[in-house]
């Protein structure tokens, strides 16, 4: 019986804002190791306090899914999710249960992490591709993200970004064919974090150029070439995240692919995002790529995976809400160095008694109110058509007041503008002041939402608004982390 031809359905991609300058790092740390001048160029993404791999992801996947102002009923067909990372939040909880109920996806749903290496994003493709083929799921979502910790001043913090990116897998509408597939695991040890550890321990760089990508990616490369029964001359993109500069074109000249085919592995403007960035990579080609090329995808870390896709016709109608392109677009610089330090907890701020709160979670209620916390579920009245937020028994409608007659109605992705607000530098916040304020939506409803991504003086009444799945605070005590949504500015 032959298998049903699968692939990418759909693509989408996330990078944060901030662009944290290389050369204010290179200046502020020139004191302790004058040498890292050198690294002071160009810039990397950088993620606000309340950013972590699963709130990234999830904004990948909002802009690879259809959004809409009903999400609830357009996703539903979703019915598998892997979400790759080596920085998840919580060791013991699935963190792709999250991002799926921040997603609004049905519960009735296969959910899997995927951790462990840098390459553990192409590890989650190929699992959801062979889910999709062998019929197990029909509409799979693969998400990776990751944001990783460095020590301050060292050579890794200039290279590594944060970003995150997501595809959707199935077998209507394919985008880009999947021909097939390669890995190999070699337990070379490049780098590795131990458990409880909050940065990585890296090996000599030329031992890793010379012993681990030079031998071991061309192995893959040409054993995906010869299992498919592909052309190295026929490829039209090559995409490997690398840190050693050109030997990504190196490697593919030795495998027989012409090096002008290599893709820019954006370390200029993003930098490297751990298990996000070959999906990265592929989501920034799909979005020029041409029906019939050919695209090998490739990443590294304690072996290789590496696969091949030839884009279809159908291309053109797939595209994401912003995409890789957008994202980049969508930047503010970043200067401030002791900022970063303190977004990342790599130095101990002073944060008054304002911030000595117990935060401790009501975990009944979390679940109770699942739908109102992860999916900004509020409802609206079947009777009178009136929108709120949240959802009770009883419309708020005076003129209605039907009991028992709403149904779920999210809000996440609504545009809503600002009513009133305030920028308060008396309540405690990572990031002051503290925006908050009332935001209302055309489609009726309204509540008092946290701002974020804003700068003093951009907002005012009238300002319109996207809604943001982020942190909302921290429970240091007891290592839990709350989600909320968070109003930010539409740029």
């Not at 060292?154 to 509408?173: C, K, M, W, Y």
């Not at 951009?458 to 007891?478: A, P």
């Amino acid at each position: 019986m032959t298998q049903p031809s699968v692939g990418i359905t759909g693509f989408g991609a996330y990078l944060p804002r901030l662009r944290l300058q290389r050369k204010a790092m290179a200046n502020a740390n020139a004191w302790f190791n004058p040498g890292i001048a050198g690294q002071g160029k160009g810039e990397r993404t950088m993620a606000n306090w309340d950013e972590d791999a699963v709130t990234m992801a999830v904004e990948a996947a909002r802009d690879a899914l259809p959004g809409g102002a009903d999400p609830i009923h357009a996703r539903r067909h979703v019915d598998a999710v892997y979400f790759a990372s080596t920085t998840m939040p919580f060791a013991d909880r699935q963190n792709g249960g999250i991002v799926a109920a921040a997603l609004s996806l049905s519960e009735d749903i296969f959910t899997a992490d995927v951790t462990g290496s840098q390459r553990a994003g192409l590890s989650a493709l190929i699992a959801g591709l062979e889910k999709a083929k062998s019929g197990a799921a029909k509409h799979v979502l693969v998400a990776a993200s990751d944001k990783r910790k460095a020590r301050a001043g060292s050579t890794q913090e200039f290279q590594i970004g944060d970003g995150a990116a997501a595809v959707l897998l199935g077998g209507d509408r394919v985008a880009a064919r999947f021909l097939g597939s390669h890995s190999v695991s070699v337990d070379f040890i490049d780098h590795f974090r131990g458990e409880g550890e909050e940065f990585g321990y890296g090996w000599e760089e030329r031992w890793i150029r010379d012993e681990g990508y030079s031998k071991i990616v061309p192995r893959v490369v040409k054993g995906l070439l010869e299992k498919t029964g592909v052309a190295a001359g026929a490829i039209d993109h090559f995409i490997l995240p690398c840190q050693f500069a050109k030997l990504d074109q190196q490697l593919a000249a030795k495998c027989g692919i012409d090096a002008a085919k290599v893709r820019d592995n954006l370390a200029a403007t993003v930098g490297e995002c751990g298990t996000a960035h070959a999906l990265l990579m592929l989501a920034h080609v799909l979005e020029d790529a041409k029906a019939g090329q050919k695209i090998l995808v490739a990443a590294f870390g304690q072996g290789c995976d590496a696969l091949l896709f030839e884009v279809a016709d159908a291309i053109g109608d797939v595209r994401p809400h912003r995409g890789v392109k957008g994202w980049l677009a969508r930047r503010k610089e970043e200067t401030n160095y002791m900022k970063w330090l303190a977004f990342n907890g790599l130095i101990e701020m002073e944060k008054g008694m304002r911030a000595e709160k117990d935060n401790k979670t009501a975990l009944t209620v979390t679940y109770r109110k699942r739908d109102m916390l992860f999916g900004l579920i509020g409802g609206k009245c079947d009777k009178c058509g009136t929108a709120q937020f949240p959802r009770t028994r009883i419309c708020v409608n005076p003129n209605c007041r039907a009991v028992d007659e709403q149904k779920p109605f999210s809000f996440a992705e609504l545009q809503g503008k600002i009513l009133s607000w305030s920028a308060d530098y008396l309540t405690y916040s990572q990031d002051p002041p503290s925006h908050y304020g009332m935001v209302t939506f055309e489609e009726g409803g309204r509540f008092l939402s946290d701002i974020t991504d804003v700068d003093i003086g951009t907002i005012d009444t009238g300002s319109k608004m996207r809604m943001v799945f982020r942190i909302k605070d921290f429970d240091e005590r007891r290592g839990f982390r709350r989600y909320f949504w968070k109003a930010a500015p539409i740029q």
